[in-house]
């Protein structure tokens, strides 16, 4: 029996790996009153024999560390899409995205009942960097920005 090979799909994901640094904004929500500027980096590699990229990311304000993140991107076989497992500092458990390409952004799409509906949007640009957002909305009608930045890849 052959064993399985990543799909083309999979090979997408590769966009995402590498070390990415940049400046974020986090809006006012009822974790934060104010409007924060923040620093972001990720650090993401290939993994599971090219069935998935595994990211950490920290931001921190002022240099000191305020939220982390751990996740796993592969692609779920059935449908093709991008499945992203996300555990972090919140202490809310696993998250779970799921989402697709269309040519250069990847969008991806959660519930929580802490957070309620969610909108992680990757866009890499055409002169190398990448801008990423999270939306969320209470009733999947109105949609707020809980965060937005752009990262360029230093590794």
């Known amino acids: 029996?052959?064993?399985?090979?990543?799909?083309?799909?999979?090979?997408?994901?590769?966009?995402?790996?590498?070390?990415?640094?940049?400046?974020?904004?986090?809006?006012?929500?009822?974790?934060?009153?104010?409007?924060?500027?923040?620093?972001?980096?990720?650090?993401?590699?290939?993994?599971?024999?090219?069935?998935g990229v595994v990211t950490d990311y920290e931001q921190s304000v002022g240099g000191q560390t305020v939220f982390s993140g751990h996740g796993i991107y592969t692609i779920e076989h059935e449908t093709?899409?991008?499945?992203?497992?996300?555990?972090?500092s919140m202490g809310s458990g696993i998250g779970t995205f799921r989402g697709r390409w269309s040519d250069d952004t990847l969008m991806l799409h959660s519930h929580s009942p802490m957070m309620g509906q969610m909108r992680l949007v990757y866009e890499f640009r055409s002169d190398g960097t990448l801008a990423s957002s999270m939306l969320r909305s209470p009733d999947n009608a109105t949609w707020s920005t809980v965060f937005d930045g752009v990262y360029t890849r230093s590794a």
Do not use: C, I
């Open 1 to 51: 029996m052959d064993m399985p090979k990543p799909t083309a799909e999979h090979q997408k994901l590769e966009r995402l790996t590498g070390t990415w640094k940049g400046t974020e904004t986090m809006y006012p929500s009822e974790w934060s009153p104010n409007e924060t500027k923040a620093d972001g980096l990720t650090v993401s590699r290939m993994a599971l024999g090219g069935f």
């Open 80 to 88: 093709n899409e991008v499945l992203l497992y996300w555990f972090d």
